[in-house]
T-cell receptor, first 113, second 120 residues
Framework: KQEVTQIPAALSVPEGENLVLNCSFTDSAIYNLQWFRQDPGKGLTSLLLIQSSQREQTSGRLNASLDKSSGRSTLYIAASQPGDSATYLCAVDSGAGSYQLTFGKGTKLSVIP | DTGVSQDPRHKITKRGQNVTFRCDPISEHNRLYWYRQTLGQGPEFLTYFQNEAQLEKSRLLSDRFSAERPKGSFSTLEIQRTEQGDSAMYLC??????????????????FGPGTRLTVL
C-alpha cells in the first residue's frame, strides 16, 4: 500500500526566502506525482505534474524534482511571497490501471511580510 | 474551460438524513473521481468513473454511500443515514489522458472547490 509523507508539517519563512518542501513515498512504482496548493476551506489547485520518467518540472518560481529510486520529491519555491501562504500537498498516482491519487497530509506554509 | 464545479458548496444536515452532492467535470474529461478530506489530513480516494462506468471503489465507501455518473458527464454522490463521522470536505476531480510533445501519456487531475458537509 502506497504511503506518502510530507515534512515539515508547517513552515514559516520571511518574504523573499527560497524554500524547499519535501515529499516521500514508500512504493517507487509510480505513474506520476502531482503537487497541489490548497487555500483554507478551498479545493486543490494543481501546480506541477512530474511523470515517472522525468527528473524535474518547472513553472514560474516553482520547481519540482523527482527521484523515484529513493522515493522522494521536492518542491522548490524561489523568492517566496505572502501570497504563497497555503497548504502544499503532494500526491502519487501509482498507475497499474488505477488512477487514484494517494496524498500526504501537506505542509502548511506561512510567508511573513 | 470553466473548471470542475460542485454543488452545493456547503451543506448542514442532521444525523440520519440523506444528502446528495453534484459534480460537473471539465467537459472533455472522461475520468471523474470523488475524494474526502477531513481537517488536517490529505484527501482520501473514494471512487472513480471512466465515462459512465464506476471502475474503482475504496473500502472507505460504505454501503451508505453511492455514486453515479449516468451519462458520463456530471456525477452525484449520495450519503444515506448520515453520521457525524461523515462530516468532511467532499472533493471531485476530473482528468483525461494527455500526451507530451514526445508522445508520453500522463493523467493530470483537476479538482473542484469541494462541498463541505457538516452533520449535526
Amino acid at each position: 500500500k502506497q504511503e506518502v509523507t510530507q515534512i515539515p508539517a508547517a513552515l514559516s519563512v520571511p518574504e523573499g526566502e527560497n524554500l524547499v518542501l519535501n515529499c516521500s513515498f514508500t512504493d517507487s512504482a509510480i505513474y506520476n506525482l502531482q503537487w497541489f496548493r490548497q487555500d483554507p476551506g478551498k479545493g486543490l489547485t494543481s501546480l506541477l505534474l512530474i511523470q515517472s520518467s522525468q527528473r524535474e518540472q518547472t513553472s514560474g518560481r516553482l520547481n519540482a524534482s523527482l527521484d523515484k529510486s529513493s522515493g522522494r520529491s521536492t518542491l522548490y519555491i524561489a523568492a517566496s511571497q505572502p501570497g504563497d501562504s497555503a497548504t502544499y500537498l503532494c500526491a502519487v498516482d501509482s498507475g497499474a490501471g488505477s488512477y487514484q491519487l494517494t496524498f500526504g497530509k501537506g505542509t502548511k506554509l506561512s510567508v511573513i511580510p | 474551460d470553466t473548471g470542475v464545479s460542485q454543488d452545493p458548496r456547503h451543506k448542514i444536515t442532521k444525523r440520519g438524513q440523506n444528502v446528495t452532492f453534484r459534480c460537473d467535470p471539465i467537459s472533455e474529461h472522461n475520468r471523474l473521481y470523488w475524494y474526502r478530506q477531513t481537517l488536517g489530513q490529505g484527501p482520501e480516494f473514494l471512487t472513480y468513473f471512466q465515462n459512465e462506468a464506476q471502475l474503482e471503489k475504496s473500502r472507505l465507501l460504505s454501503d451508505r454511500f453511492s455514486a453515479e455518473r449516468p451519462k458520463g458527464s456530471f456525477s452525484t454522490l449520495e450519503i444515506q443515514r448520515t453520521e457525524q463521522g461523515d462530516s468532511a470536505m467532499y472533493l471531485c476531480a476530473s482528468s483525461h489522458t494527455s500526451r507530451t510533445s514526445g508522445g508520453q501519456a500522463y493523467n493530470e487531475q483537476f479538482f473542484g472547490p469541494g462541498t463541505r458537509l457538516t452533520v449535526l
